[in-house]
Structures are given as C-alpha cells and as structure tokens.
C-alpha cells in the first residue's frame, strides 16, 4: 500500500490575505452531488477532497467534462454576494449539452455554490484585501465504461479557495503574441468551457511564456485573420474615438461573463456604442485601448501585441487607458457592492 498525501486545511487566522495567489488551498468542505439511473442524486457537502472514480470513466479518456469559475466577495457590512451565478449554471448547461452530459438545474447549482461558500466562510479574504473566494464547479462522466459513449454516470462537484487580488497597486498592462496554433475549430469545442480547449492551450501558453509574454492571442480558426481570445480571457478594445466598445463576435469563443457584464456598463453607465463584431489583427490602429477579461482579473490591461515582426502598442504601453479603468472600477465596485447592481447581477449567500 501507497500512502496518499492529502494536504492539510490550513489554518484561516494564518493565511496572509494581502498575499494570496491563485493556487490551490485546501478548504474544509465541498459539494459532491451524483448522478445515477437517470436522475441526479440529492448532493452534500464533505471534507474529502479527492475524487473517487472508475479508472475507465470518460472524464479522463475522452475528455468528457467541463467547468465553471465564478467568486464569492466580503462586502463591507459583512455580507456576501454571488456575482451573476445564474449565468454560470446557464453556460455549464450549455457546456454540458454540447459534451453529451446532463445538465445540472439552474437551482441546484447555485445552491451548491451558497453552500460551498457558507461552509467555508472563513476563508473569505477580509473586505479591502481585494481578495475573494474562488468557486471551481465541475462535471464529469465517470462510471465502468471502455466504449467511445457518454459515461453511465456523472459527478457534480464545487470547491473552493480563496485567491489575492490579481492587481496589486493599479492596473497594469500586459503583453501578448499572436499564436501559430489554434485553440478550438470553427465548429469545435471552443464555445464549452471544456478541459480539452485548455489542454490544447497549455503547450501555446507555455511558449509565450518562455518568450516573456503574458499569454497568447489566439485568432479565429478559419481564417486566421481576426482576433477570437487572449488565452484563456474573452478581448475586447475601445475605438480610436473613444466611443465604442468592441469585442469579438464568433461561434468558437467561450462566452465570458465579465466580457457580457462590461458590455452592459459600457452601454448603460458609460454611454458608449457596443459591438460584437470582427477585430482583424491588421487593423488594431483603430484601437486607443484594449484588454483581457474573466472572472480571475476581471480586466487585463493589453499593453502590446506581436504580429509575425509587427509589434502594435495600446497608448503608451504602460498604462491602462481611462476606459479601461472606468470599466474596471464599475465592475469591481458592483462586485464587491460599493456600487448598484443592475437586477439580478447579485445573489446574497444566505
Ligand atoms: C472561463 C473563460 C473565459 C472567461 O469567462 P468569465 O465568465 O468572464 O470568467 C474566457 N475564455 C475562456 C476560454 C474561458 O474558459
């Protein structure tokens, strides 16, 4: 017999909240829920962090699984909102339908995140730390089965951690490289948040990284002419007249959350115009600004991105542009309820 090393639960009262990445801390207590005969199981909350499952199930075989990434925020009264949980449950849906995997209801996914959140309260970075609790729900097929068919057997998991503010001091801009790879095909994958899209990126990203970029920017498969994602963020830029905002339009980008939810500000609290539309690689003079966005940073700046030999710069490359911010600090203020939600953009943990 091997041992398994199982990490401990740190301590809340030890964690540095100032200082807090994003890497994986074990918290005491997460949701599992089954689903079996045809019908998902009642879910409940355990302290084992390992999972269990057949060694022939689909999820690490065929890549039959997906998942979700949303946060849980200290407000300074002391409560905790859920940002736009709604929306994760309708696109894991969409992600499981795609793969062949039973949806998980709506209800029963946000109550395993208020779950999962109230379990684990205590590792909910302080209010003004910038930090949050990062929620990690996942679905995979599992069960005895060789054969290329959707698994008998499914798993419905959310876990857990708390992560630092992605920026420390101000928004700082990144810099990016066009990528010879492809990350999803045009009738592919690229529109579930599946494991198989990542894998495909690791090798890509790694590459970038070695060349001291941030990450790369994948461009539509087709025709490799137009902008489709920032590794694993959503784009978008702001018009050289600083009136629109614009972000990519195609069938193979996993929607973002936070690039839907900019896009509502822009219109609505901005009063800028909107479009999803083609951003071609050869046309970014047209942009004052540009930037990555998701749930981890909500917005990345983009300082610069290198085409083949051509390198454009974004203002000064420095720093972010005013949009940018004013986007960022609208998004940010509503997340940690310093500023008005639109309807139904916050759930209360109860
Ligand atoms: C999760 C993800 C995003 C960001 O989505 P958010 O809902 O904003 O967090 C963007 N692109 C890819 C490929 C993703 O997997």
């Not at 964690?15 to 019908?39: C, E, I, M, S, V």
């Not at 709604?86 to 946000?110: G, T």
């Not at 779950?115 to 590792?123: E, I, L």
């Amino acid at each position: 017999m091997t041992a398994t090393i199982i990490p401990a639960v740190p301590d809340p009262t030890t964690l540095d909240w100032n200082n807090l990445g994003f890497q994986y801390l074990k918290t005491p207590l997460r949701y599992r829920a089954h689903w079996r005969n045809g019908a998902w199981q009642a879910g409940e909350l355990t302290p084992d962090a390992q999972v269990h499952i057949s060694e022939s199930s689909t999820a690490l075989h065929y890549g039959q699984q997906c998942f979700e990434g949303l946060k849980a925020y200290r407000c300074a009264d002391g409560s905790i909102n859920l940002f736009r949980p709604d929306q994760n449950a309708q696109r894991m849906a969409r992600s499981a339908a795609r793969l062949l995997m039973p949806a998980v209801p709506a209800e029963m996914f946000i109550d395993a995140c208020q779950q999962v959140v109230r379990a684990n309260q205590a590792y909910l970075p302080p209010y003004g730390t910038g930090g949050s609790l990062y929620l990690r729900p996942f679905l995979i097929g599992v069960g005895d089965t060789i054969a290329v068919t959707s698994a008998p057997e499914f798993i419905f998991g959310v876990f857990a951690l708390p992560v630092g503010a992605y920026f420390k001091g101000g928004l700082t801009p990144s810099h990016f490289v066009v990528s010879d790879y492809d990350r999803a095909a045009p009738n592919g994958t690229g529109a579930a948040k599946t494991g198989g899209n990542y894998a495909a990126s690791l090798l890509p990203h790694q590459q970038a990284a070695e060349r001291h970029f941030a990450d790369c920017i994948y461009l539509d498969p087709a025709t490799h002419t137009k902008i489709e994602e920032v590794g694993a963020a959503n784009f978008f830029a702001i018009t050289q007249d600083g009136k629109k905002f614009v972000t990519p339009k195609s069938s193979s980008i996993l929607a973002s959350i936070t690039k839907y939810s900019l896009l509502t500000l822009a219109r609505e609290r901005l009063g800028l115009d909107t479009e999803e539309g083609d951003v071609y690689i050869d046309r970014l003079s047209d942009y004052s600004e540009a930037g990555a966005c998701g749930t981890a940073a909500v917005i990345a700046p983009i300082g610069s991105i290198l085409y083949g030999d051509t390198l454009h710069t974004f203002g000064t490359g420095t720093e972010a542009g005013p949009i940018t911010g004013q986007l960022y600090n609208e998004l940010v203020g509503i997340q940690y309820g310093e500023k008005p939600a639109p309807a139904d953009w916050i759930v209360k943990v109860q």
